[in-house]
Protein backbone atom coordinates (compact mmCIF):
# COMPACT_ATOMS: atom_id res chain seq x y z
CA UNK A 1 0.00 0.00 0.00
CA UNK A 2 3.03 2.39 0.43
CA UNK A 3 4.28 1.86 -2.82
CA UNK A 4 0.58 3.19 -4.34
CA UNK A 5 0.77 6.21 -2.30
CA UNK A 6 4.64 6.54 -3.34
CA UNK A 7 3.56 6.83 -7.13
CA UNK A 8 0.15 9.16 -6.42
CA UNK A 9 2.34 11.41 -4.69
CA UNK A 10 4.70 11.04 -7.79
CA UNK A 11 1.98 11.35 -10.09
CA UNK A 12 0.70 14.63 -8.54
CA UNK A 13 4.39 16.07 -8.36
CA UNK A 14 4.75 15.17 -11.87
CA UNK A 15 1.57 16.96 -13.68
CA UNK A 16 1.83 20.00 -11.42
CA UNK A 17 2.95 23.01 -14.26
CA UNK A 18 6.14 23.68 -12.53
CA UNK A 19 7.49 20.10 -13.43
CA UNK A 20 6.18 20.12 -16.58
CA UNK A 21 7.70 23.92 -16.92
CA UNK A 22 10.87 22.78 -16.23
CA UNK A 23 11.03 19.51 -18.44
CA UNK A 24 10.02 21.75 -21.80
CA UNK A 25 12.91 23.92 -20.21
CA UNK A 26 15.75 21.69 -20.45
CA UNK A 27 14.72 20.25 -23.64
CA UNK A 28 14.48 23.94 -25.36
CA UNK A 29 17.94 24.64 -23.38
CA UNK A 30 20.04 21.15 -24.72
CA UNK A 31 19.06 22.21 -28.45
CA UNK A 32 19.81 26.12 -28.04
CA UNK A 33 23.01 24.61 -26.68
CA UNK A 34 23.32 22.43 -29.92
CA UNK A 35 22.49 25.49 -32.12
CA UNK A 36 24.83 27.78 -30.09
CA UNK A 37 27.79 25.16 -30.52
CA UNK A 38 27.19 24.65 -34.28
CA UNK A 39 27.67 28.60 -34.40
CA UNK A 40 30.63 28.69 -32.86
CA UNK A 41 32.36 25.74 -34.28
CA UNK A 42 30.98 26.16 -37.72
CA UNK A 43 30.48 30.03 -38.00
CA UNK A 44 32.65 32.16 -36.18
CA UNK A 45 35.66 30.23 -35.03
CA UNK A 46 36.79 29.37 -38.80
CA UNK A 47 36.39 33.16 -39.63
CA UNK A 48 38.12 33.97 -36.60
CA UNK A 49 41.03 30.49 -37.29
CA UNK A 50 40.95 33.30 -40.29
CA UNK A 51 41.92 36.31 -38.63
CA UNK A 52 44.72 34.81 -36.96
CA UNK A 53 46.13 32.84 -39.73
CA UNK A 54 44.31 30.25 -40.78
CA UNK A 55 44.98 28.94 -37.14
CA UNK A 56 42.09 25.86 -36.56
CA UNK A 57 41.35 25.95 -32.84
CA UNK A 58 40.94 22.32 -32.37
CA UNK A 59 44.51 21.78 -32.99
CA UNK A 60 45.73 24.11 -30.71
CA UNK A 61 46.90 21.70 -28.40
CA UNK A 62 50.49 21.87 -25.97
CA UNK A 63 52.05 18.72 -25.31
CA UNK A 64 53.07 18.10 -22.15
CA UNK A 65 54.92 14.26 -22.97
CA UNK A 66 55.33 12.90 -26.85
CA UNK A 67 53.82 9.83 -27.38
CA UNK A 68 55.46 6.68 -27.49
CA UNK A 69 55.02 3.04 -28.79
CA UNK A 70 53.00 2.32 -26.25
CA UNK A 71 51.10 5.49 -25.05
CA UNK A 72 49.54 8.29 -25.95
CA UNK A 73 50.79 11.76 -26.35
CA UNK A 74 49.89 14.21 -23.37
CA UNK A 75 48.27 17.12 -24.39
CA UNK A 76 46.39 20.67 -23.15
CA UNK A 77 43.98 20.88 -25.23
CA UNK A 78 43.38 24.79 -24.81
CA UNK A 79 41.93 25.31 -28.39
CA UNK A 80 38.88 22.95 -27.13
CA UNK A 81 38.94 25.19 -24.26
CA UNK A 82 38.50 28.55 -26.58
CA UNK A 83 35.82 27.17 -28.50
CA UNK A 84 33.84 25.97 -25.00
CA UNK A 85 34.99 29.90 -23.34
CA UNK A 86 33.09 31.41 -26.65
CA UNK A 87 29.63 28.84 -26.40
CA UNK A 88 29.61 29.90 -23.05
CA UNK A 89 29.68 33.62 -23.83
CA UNK A 90 27.70 33.49 -26.59
CA UNK A 91 24.58 31.97 -24.40
CA UNK A 92 25.35 33.89 -21.38
CA UNK A 93 24.96 36.65 -23.44
CA UNK A 94 21.86 35.28 -25.54
CA UNK A 95 20.39 34.59 -21.62
CA UNK A 96 21.10 38.07 -20.67
CA UNK A 97 19.18 39.17 -23.47
CA UNK A 98 16.07 37.11 -22.75
CA UNK A 99 16.40 37.88 -19.34
CA UNK A 100 16.50 41.38 -19.43
CA UNK A 101 13.28 41.52 -21.59
CA UNK A 102 11.25 39.55 -19.59
CA UNK A 103 12.04 42.06 -16.70
CA UNK A 104 11.22 44.61 -19.14
CA UNK A 105 7.82 43.30 -19.44
CA UNK A 106 7.49 42.55 -16.05
CA UNK A 107 8.26 46.13 -15.43
CA UNK A 108 5.80 47.39 -18.11
CA UNK A 109 2.94 45.16 -16.47
CA UNK A 110 3.48 45.94 -13.04
CA UNK A 111 3.09 49.96 -14.42
CA UNK A 112 -0.01 48.82 -16.12
CA UNK A 113 -1.25 47.16 -13.17
CA UNK A 114 -3.68 49.59 -10.70
CA UNK A 115 -3.17 48.98 -7.00
CA UNK A 116 -5.53 47.61 -5.09
CA UNK A 117 -8.12 48.79 -2.96
CA UNK A 118 -7.06 47.64 -0.27
CA UNK A 119 -3.26 49.19 -1.29
CA UNK A 120 -5.01 52.74 -1.82
CA UNK A 121 -6.61 52.14 1.39
CA UNK A 122 -3.03 51.72 3.19
CA UNK A 123 -1.53 54.71 1.26
CA UNK A 124 -4.19 56.65 2.30
CA UNK A 125 -4.04 55.95 6.03
CA UNK A 126 -0.06 56.12 6.04
CA UNK A 127 -0.66 59.74 4.53
CA UNK A 128 -2.72 60.69 7.07
CA UNK A 129 -0.66 59.29 9.82
CA UNK A 130 2.45 61.47 8.19
CA UNK A 131 0.18 64.19 8.41
CA UNK A 132 0.14 63.95 12.56
Known amino acids: MHM ?3 LKEFKEFAIKGNVIDMAVGIVI ?3 FGKIVTSFV ?14 VNFD ?14 AVTINYGSFLNTLIN ?3 IAFAIFI ?3 QINR ?5 EKDK ?10 EIRDELRKK
Open 98 to 100: VVK
Open 114 to 123: KPSDDIILLK
Open 88 to 90: FII
Open 4 to 6: MNM
Open 41 to 54: NDIIMPGVGLLVGG
Open 59 to 72: ELTITLKQATDTAE
Open 105 to 109: FKKKE
Open 29 to 31: GAA
